[in-house]
């Protein structure tokens, strides 16, 4: 399949892809006799595996060393336990500083209960003062 099939199989951008392959994430595709690349069932397992990491939030480190252990399937994959633990706990750090950004943008909309005049908002005015 060219590049567009795959696209639309993975349910992916022809840019993305591309950019996986500069990446090397993705394995480099044979070329046919018009010069098109040629992707197979490989490439769409391998994306589909791409996508659901980053569905997950995974960066392309995590994903490349991820796939370093997919493509070794004799390997233990002690290291691929610790990659996820060290990833849910950038997730644990995230949700507590978006429950604070969460805190933060409920008290400014707390600065104007009710519409006014903008040289009176609450809120235009809070994010005026400089924070500390």
Do not use: W
Request: hydrophobic content about 35%; charged content about 30%; some cysteine.
């Amino acid at each position: 399949m060219k590049i567009g099939e795959l696209a639309r199989a993975a349910q992916t951008q022809v840019e993305t892809i591309r950019y996986y392959e500069r990446e090397g994430l993705l394995p480099q595709a044979p070329r046919s006799d018009g010069n098109y690349r040629i992707y197979g069932p490989v490439h769409v397992e391998r994306l589909a595996f791409i996508r659901h990491c980053r569905s997950l939030d995974m960066t392309l480190g995590e994903i490349r060393v991820l796939l370093r252990f997919k493509d070794a399937p004799q390997a233990q994959c002690g290291e691929v336990n610790v990659l996820l633990d060290e990833h849910i706990g950038h997730v644990t750090t995230r949700i507590r500083e978006l429950r604070q950004l969460e805190r933060q943008l409920k008290a400014l909309r707390d600065q104007c209960r009710t519409p006014r005049d903008a040289a009176h908002c609450g809120i235009l005015n809070e994010l005026s003062v400089p924070r500390t």
